[in-house]
């Protein structure tokens, strides 16, 4: 059971990362981009390498001893592909004024941080925020909000899973997944926080909402856990290893869909030059070297 809780606790700090951002957006004068690109691109090569070199073969091992090869190995690829598949489909329906990933610029931000700054005419601002600045003062601001926040915290379910099952079933491996995930957090508690906050105009409501969308993570992680003992628990805490194996390969879907959708994206965006390239580079050099030193 210590396994479990264990689990949960790191999934439950790289989902409130999203505090992080949203606290960096209203209390920073001026964010480092730079810092915010290499971070992003670090959480992407961590991703990417892990899943790749680590977690897919996990699925593929426990796969091929349960059902044999070649079907094990068909399974884990469908899996892998399923995984996409589901991240995918969240991703479509969420409408895009909501998706938690877009770059906002320093001039809509300066209102979180500052009180006296200006509030950005339509014109300035980011398509999605533009729509919600004209109802400012609409007596649907409060429900706009927490629609908001509920799409993010759909948006957020599946790296909740992703994490607190790479760390159940070897926590040596959830630390540093659940480090990128909390990374991959921070730019994104810095843009849910705008949206929000020219939904709500209250600056507090923004940061609430923000930070409890990343409770969504650990959320996500407690439900799938209940749900997966209930359907195919053995009545241990444990969840039999062909069912492992098929989490494993959606898992690595899951994790390589967000790196090559949001992480890099972002990261460039942020960046200049060969920023992200050095972050992608060194989260996989770390993990690389990660692994290595737990053999």
Same mark, same amino acid.
């Given at each position: 059971?210590? /396994? *479990?809780?264990?689990?949960?606790?790191? @999934?439950?700090?790289?989902?409130?990362?999203?505090?992080? =951002?949203?606290?960096?957006?209203? %209390?920073?004068?001026? @964010?480092?981009?730079?810092? !915010?690109?290499?971070? @992003?691109?670090?959480?992407?090569?961590?991703? +990417?390498?892990?899943?790749?070199?680590?977690?897919?073969?996990?699925?593929?091992?426990?796969?091929?001893? /349960?059902?044999g090869?070649?079907?094990?190995?068909?399974?884990?690829?469908?899996?892998?592909? =399923?995984?996409?598949?589901?991240?995918? !489909?969240?991703?479509?329906?969420?409408?895009?004024?909501e998706?938690?990933?877009?770059?906002?610029?320093?001039?809509?931000?300066?209102? +979180?941080?500052?009180?006296?700054?200006?509030?950005?005419?339509?014109?300035?601002?980011?398509?999605?925020?533009?729509?919600?600045?004209?109802?400012?003062?609409?007596?649907?601001?409060?429900?706009?909000?927490?629609? @908001?926040? !509920?799409?993010?915290?759909?948006?957020?379910?599946?790296?909740?899973?992703?994490?607190?099952?790479?760390?159940?079933?070897?926590?040596? %491996?959830?630390?540093?997944?659940?480090?990128?995930?909390?990374?991959?957090?921070i730019?994104?508690?810095?843009?849910?926080? *705008?949206?929000?906050?020219?939904?709500?105009?209250?600056?507090?409501?923004?940061?609430?909402?923000?930070?409890?969308? =990343?409770?969504?993570?650990?959320a996500?992680?407690?439900?799938?856990?209940?749900?997966?003992? !209930? %359907?195919?628990?053995?009545?241990?805490?444990?969840?039999?290893?062909?069912?492992?194996?098929?989490?494993?390969g959606?898992?690595?879907?899951?994790?390589?869909?967000?790196?090559?959708?949001?992480?890099?994206?972002?990261?460039?965006?942020y960046?200049?030059?060969?920023?992200? +390239?050095? =972050?992608? *580079?060194g989260?996989?050099? *770390?993990? /690389?070297? /990660?692994?290595?030193?737990?053999?």
């Amino acid at each position: 059971m210590s /396994s *479990v809780w264990f689990a949960l606790g790191l @999934t439950v700090f790289a989902g409130m990362a999203t505090g992080i =951002g949203s606290a960096i957006a209203f %209390l920073a004068k001026r @964010t480092n981009y730079r810092f !915010l690109s290499i971070a @992003t691109g670090f959480s992407a090569g961590v991703m +990417l390498y892990v899943s790749f070199v680590e977690i897919f073969y996990k699925g593929v091992d426990s796969l091929v001893k /349960s059902h044999g090869d070649p079907l094990g190995h068909w399974m884990n690829v469908l899996s892998f592909f =399923g995984g996409m598949a589901l991240i995918g !489909l969240i991703d479509a329906l969420i409408p895009h004024a909501e998706n938690p990933h877009e770059i906002h610029s320093e001039y809509e931000r300066a209102p +979180l941080s500052n009180p006296n700054a200006p509030i950005p005419s339509i014109e300035h601002q980011h398509d999605d925020c533009k729509n919600v600045a004209h109802r400012h003062h609409n007596t649907k601001l409060m429900r706009m909000g927490l629609f @908001t926040a !509920l799409a993010i915290a759909i948006h957020n379910f599946p790296e909740g899973l992703a994490t607190f099952l790479a760390a159940l079933h070897d926590p040596a %491996l959830g630390i540093p997944i659940a480090v990128a995930i909390a990374l991959h957090n921070i730019p994104e508690g810095i843009s849910v926080s *705008v949206p929000i906050f020219y939904a709500t105009g209250n600056r507090k409501k923004a940061f609430a909402y923000s930070l409890l969308s =990343g409770l969504a993570e650990p959320a996500g992680a407690v439900v799938a856990y209940i749900a997966l003992r !209930l %359907l195919v628990g053995d009545g241990s805490t444990a969840i039999p290893p062909q069912v492992m194996g098929v989490l494993f390969g959606g898992v690595a879907g899951i994790m390589v869909y967000i790196s090559l959708d949001e992480l890099l994206p972002t990261s460039r965006a942020y960046g200049k030059g060969h920023d992200s +390239l050095f =972050g992608l *580079v060194g989260g996989m050099a *770390v993990m /690389s070297i /990660s692994l290595l030193l737990m053999r």
